[in-house]
């Protein structure tokens, strides 16, 4: 490389320098700063989380809205049996049946919601305002 930089005469030598300077200190450059991570919603995050909590059921009548989870997820309860959820998240949600059997308003933080469940069959469940958010009502005879 010197060699050629002699060659070139003085004028083109020292462009030649200036721009391997200028290569050099882009690549430290590059080299000392990490790329950025890609930005995750809060939504991506709870999402991440819902699929990670293990299944969970029980035989109580009432559901807990929290962290954008209704819980347990699989809830089960002998016919005749009333259903209350209660929304603990301060962000609103709604708890809807997949066959349009039952369905709430927006429920706010400490707001409920109940439903008494007559026949025996899964009912499965839903927030509108938060898609990913599942769960499940099992009504035994």
């Known amino acids: 490389m010197l ?3 002699r060659r070139l005469g003085p004028a083109a030598a020292g462009l030649a320098i200036t721009g391997l300077a200028l290569s050099a200190c882009g690549a430290v450059a590059k080299a000392d700063s990490a790329p950025a991570a890609p930005a995750v919603t809060n939504m991506q995050n ?3 989380m819902h699929d990670i909590q293990p299944a969970a059921q029980s035989s109580g009548t009432t559901v807990t809205i929290a962290k954008f989870m209704f819980g347990p997820d699989t809830l089960t309860v002998p016919a005749g049996a ?4 209660t929304n603990e998240d301060g962000d609103p ?3 809807v049946a997949k066959d349009g059997s039952f369905r709430s ?3 706010t933080k400490g707001g ?3 439903h008494t469940f007559d026949k025996a069959g899964t009912y499965q469940y839903l927030c509108s305002i938060h898609p990913f958010m ?3 009502v ?3 005879p």
Do not use: C, D, F
């Open 93 to 95: 949600h709604t708890v």
């Open 134 to 136: 599942v769960a499940t």
């Open 138 to 140: 099992v009504v035994t």
């Open 82 to 85: 009333t259903v209350t959820w």
């Open 3 to 5: 060699r050629t930089i």
């Open 112 to 114: 409920t919601y109940q």
């Open 105 to 107: 308003g927006a429920l």
């Open 46 to 48: 709870m999402q991440n």
